[in-house]
């Protein structure tokens, strides 16, 4: 577990990887609060969090986070290693995975598909509403794997270049 840590240092010691990081944590992290109404822009800035609905605010923040690191790790191994974009699937893969299940309880949303879709939407909808933790969860989970093969194949391609 020694490689995971060294290869975060020597990825975000980089300050654009760490930008990076940060803005696209901060950027699903409000995308997925606004569609999750934990915030409000109208009629002036609001976070609000029901604590009946704490633990999906903090699972939203873990996608964030591991979105963020999981992307800006897959920038520099493609940008600094030069890897194949075949080898990459895993880790996109995880980032979609993750940000979607993250979006689950769409709110206003949800609504749009049950009037555009009819009944399938409302099933989606119903589906995604009474599911949202344990699918949050699953994200999470697979973010963290994907974070784990990640920083395991660049510390192993890493280890081929130097």
Do not use: W
């Not at 600094?80 to 980032?95: E, I, S, V």
């Not at 599911?131 to 081929?160: F, G, H, M, N, Q």
């Amino acid at each position: 577990m020694s490689y995971t840590l060294t290869m975060f240092t020597i990825i975000f010691s980089k300050f654009n990887y760490m930008i990076l990081a940060v803005f696209i944590s901060v950027g699903i992290f409000i995308s997925l609060s606004v569609i999750s109404e934990y915030i409000f822009f109208e009629p002036y800035f609001i976070i609000h969090i029901p604590t009946d609905r704490l633990i999906g605010f903090v699972l939203i923040t873990g996608v964030s986070i591991m979105s963020g690191l999981v992307v800006s790790m897959n920038v520099y191994r493609i940008k600094k290693l030069q890897t194949n974009m075949k080898k990459m699937k895993g880790g996109f893969l995880g980032l979609i995975t993750g940000a979607s299940a993250g979006a689950c309880s769409c709110g206003p949303i949800g609504f749009t598909m049950i009037s555009t879709f009819g009944t399938v939407g409302g099933i989606a909808t119903s589906f995604l509403t009474n599911y949202e933790v344990p699918l949050r969860l699953v994200a999470l989970v697979v973010l963290c794997y994907t974070y784990y093969a990640t920083t395991k194949a660049i510390s192993y391609e890493y280890k081929i270049r130097n």
